[in-house]
């Protein structure tokens, strides 16, 4: 999954509730994303980052926010969980060139269920 | 709106067949296009990747191919093994600055 990992793996919370999940790159990369992917959709972009402190708003970005403090590190937060948010959310990264332009190096993902 | 249709949505194939998967965009203007690989359970993986000059593009047995004129793509796999089964997405970018714009997939089954 080159040297990108995601935390935690499994997650299920209740309506309401915070929820954070983390992405940690060893690549130096960056560019980095979140995306979500369910069931009749595509990958659907969330938030992105070009950079320490330089975030965007991707498609599908209400509900959730980002921040990257470390070149390493992308926090996606969902500050009160909704079962709409129940996914599958990937973390990509990639090089310098801008977004669609290099190839996205995806992370194992990580399955939130909210009840 | 930039969008990427795929077909089928699924396919079940015998062991050592052949097979191709069907990738149409309305992507413009067109900067490249990726075919990814995603098995159960993990995050997808480049497979290959083809830039409006290229019209062919292989990796091991897998072959994709590009008409921009069309707007047309395919993945065609050769000599399937059960390790294939995954679903195959196609992946869109249009030049500058902007979002890819992926395919829902198709989910493909290699059974002995």
């Known amino acids: 999954d080159a040297g990108i990992t995601q935390s935690p793996r499994h997650k299920v919370t209740e309506t309401g509730t915070p929820v954070t999940l983390r992405c940690h790159q060893t690549?130096?990369?960056?560019?980095m994303y979140w995306y979500r992917q369910d069931p009749g959709h595509g990958l659907r972009l969330i938030h992105y980052?070009?950079?320490?402190?330089?975030?965007d708003k991707g498609e599908v970005s209400d509900g959730y926010s980002v921040s990257r403090s470390k070149t390493e590190d992308f926090l996606l937060t969902l500050e009160s969980a909704t079962s709409s948010q129940t996914s599958v959310y990937f973390c990509?990264?990639?090089?310098?060139?801008?977004?669609?332009?290099?190839?996205?190096?995806f992370g194992p993902g990580t399955r939130l269920l909210v009840l | 709106k930039n969008q990427v249709e795929q077909s089928p949505q699924s396919l079940i194939i015998l062991e050592g067949k052949n097979c191709t998967l069907q990738c149409n965009y309305t992507v413009s203007p067109f900067s490249n296009l990726r075919w990814y690989k995603q098995d159960t359970g993990r995050g997808p993986v480049s497979l290959t990747i083809m830039t409006f000059s290229e019209n062919t593009k292989s990796n091991g047995r897998y072959t994709a191919t590009l008409d921009a004129d069309t707007k047309q793509s395919s993945l065609h796999i050769t000599a399937s093994q059960l390790s294939d089964s995954a679903s195959y997405i196609c992946v869109v970018s249009a030049s500058g600055n902007t979002p890819l714009v992926f395919g829902k997939g198709t989910r493909l089954s290699v059974i002995a």
């Open positions: 990509a990264i990639s090089g310098t060139a801008g977004l669609g332009q290099e190839t996205q190096y």
């Open positions: 690549e130096n990369h960056r560019y």
């Open positions: 980052s070009y950079g320490v402190k330089d975030t």
